[in-house]
C-alpha cells in the first residue's frame, strides 16, 4: 500500500514536472497553446466533414474549450526576443498591430462559435468556416513555414 502511494506520488510529480518543462519557454507556451486549439479544432472539424456523428454536447464543449484558449493572454508566449523565425516570425514584434488584430479576430470567431456550436450541424458549419479562416490567416503572416 504504502510503496503504491509512493509510487503514484512519484509519478504525479513527474507528471507536474513534464508539465513545466512543456511551458519552460515561450515557443514551448506557443506550442502547448496551439496543439490544445488544434485538439478543439480537430474534434468540431471531424463533425464538419462528416467524419464524426454531430454531437451537440461535445460540439458545445470544444467550441467553448476553444474559445477559452482564443481568448487567454498570449502576449506572455510572445516577446520579442523569442521569435527566432524557426517557426514564430520575427516581423510578429515589428507589426504587433496587425498581429493583435489577428488574434483577436480569431477570438471573435471563437466566441461566435460558441454560441451556435450546439444548435445544430448547419450552424456549427457557419461558424467553423471563419474560425479555420482565422487560424490560417494569421499563420499566413507570423508562421513560417517548416
Ligand atoms: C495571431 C496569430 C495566430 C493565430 C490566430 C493562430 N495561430 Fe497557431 N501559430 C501561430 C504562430 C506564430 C505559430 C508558431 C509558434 C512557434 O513555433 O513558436 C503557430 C503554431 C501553431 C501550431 C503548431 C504548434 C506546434 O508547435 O506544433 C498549431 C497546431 C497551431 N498554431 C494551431 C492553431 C489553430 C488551430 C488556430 C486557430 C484556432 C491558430 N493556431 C491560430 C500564430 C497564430
Redesign the pocket.
Known sequence: MRLTKTTMIAAMIGAITAGATLAET??EM??????A??K???ILGAMVQGKAPYDAAAASAAATE?DK??NAD?MP??PAD???G????PE?ASNMDD??A??E??GA??TALVAVAGTDLDALKAAFGP??A??????K????PE
Do not use: E, N
Open positions: 515561450p515557443h506557443r506550442s502547448a497553446m496551439m496543439k486549439q488544434g478543439q479544432l480537430g476553444l484558449l482564443a498570449w508566449a510572445f523569442s521569435l527566432d524557426k517557426r514564430a516570425m510578429i498581429f493583435m489577428k488574434y479576430a480569431l470567431a471563437t474560425v479555420g482565422a487560424c490560417g490567416a494569421c499563420h503572416s507570423y508562421r513560417a
